[in-house]
């Protein structure tokens, strides 16, 4: 396996940029690295060690030193737009915001203007079934083509196989596949609720800047908000160590500089606690916790 990097700085592949490092690094930059996917998990078999796959890391928290197993970062890039069909290609390492911005600037294609502001992948969009007030990564999928880790085989996933529903994706909850390449029709808007919120104007007001992974923890319920609860429980604003609630938006869990993953990871634990005892509510987190 002397194409695995080892003991490789990784604290840049997640957004709360803390101190992580990783025992095998691998990255895919180009379609024929695909084909050792199947050595690559062979390997981590027989080592009994993990594996994981990363876009931009913008929903993943690292909590560990040094990842036990196997990074594997998507560089896969390319995207093409048939402006006749209204068909759009694209591999799965390419920014969603800069595909929504370009459509509109280039091909007056306005379908994806809520998605201007969607921080990284397309891949990870997918994976999550990202969403912009109502404007779900569902609306206009059309299929995907993947390596299936189990089979070591490359298939296409249509809309049916993807078994999307809110934040999640066969790709989530199976872990067995690897995007490559994304085609979506982008002919029709088809956006679950009708939405006139202007998501730039939003993300302007209402989002605080550093590093974070988004809306931290899921809403409970319609009534009650993440945001509402962690600010009945006075942690909005609310520093422990290096990790905080911003000020702007209770649920925007921030790492400031030299924040290490323990602070944020007691900070979490701290408001699971507090929002328990109050409302016997269970915050659950919508940002992936990473642990060795
Ligand atoms: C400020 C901010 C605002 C945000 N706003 C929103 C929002 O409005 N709406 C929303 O839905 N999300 C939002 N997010 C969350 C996040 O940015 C999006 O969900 C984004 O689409 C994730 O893309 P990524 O490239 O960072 O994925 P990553 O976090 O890198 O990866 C996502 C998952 O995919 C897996 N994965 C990576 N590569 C592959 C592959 N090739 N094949 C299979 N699996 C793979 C990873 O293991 C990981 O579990 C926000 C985040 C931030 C920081």
């Known amino acids: 396996m002397d194409f695995l990097q080892k003991n490789t700085d990784i604290s840049h592949l997640s957004n709360f940029k803390t101190k992580a490092f990783s025992k095998y690094y691998f990255e895919i930059n180009k379609e024929s690295d695909i084909e050792l996917l199947g050595d690559i998990f062979d390997f981590a078999e027989k080592e009994n060690v993990k594996t994981l796959f990363i876009w931009g890391g913008t929903n993943l928290l690292f909590a560990f030193d040094i990842f036990d197993g196997i990074i594997i970062k998507n560089n896969l890039l390319g995207w093409f737009y048939d402006e006749d069909s209204k068909i759009l290609f694209s591999y799965s390492w390419e920014k969603t915001w800069d595909i929504a911005s370009w459509l509109e600037t280039e091909y007056n294609q306005k379908i994806w203007h809520r998605f201007i502001g969607l921080p990284w992948s397309i891949g990870g969009a997918v994976f999550w079934n990202a969403w912009c007030f109502w404007l ?12 299936n880790l189990k089979t070591k085989k490359r298939e296409t996933l249509n809309y049916e196989k993807m078994d999307f529903s809110y934040r999640s994706s066969i790709i989530k909850k199976k872990e067995q596949y690897f995007i490559i390449k994304i085609v979506f029709d982008l002919a029709e808007k088809k956006e679950k609720y009708k939405s006139d919120v202007d998501n ?37 604003g609310f520093h422990l160590w290096g990790a905080y609630f911003s000020e702007k938006h209770a649920n925007f869990l921030i790492a400031s500089e ?27 987190s919508e940002v992936r916790i990473i642990f060795s």
């Open 200 to 236: 730039i104007i939003f993300r302007e007001t209402i989002q605080p800047k550093g590093n974070s992974g988004g809306s931290f923890f899921k809403n409970p319920s319609k009534e009650f908000s993440a945001g509402r609860l962690l600010e009945e429980v006075w942690l909005k």
């Open 136 to 147: 779900e990564t569902e609306n206009n999928f059309l299929e995907a083509e993947v390596y």
């Open 258 to 284: 030299n924040c290490t993953w323990k602070d944020l990871i007691t900070l979490i634990d701290l408001a699971k606690t507090k929002v328990k005892q109050q409302f016997n509510m269970e915050l659950e």
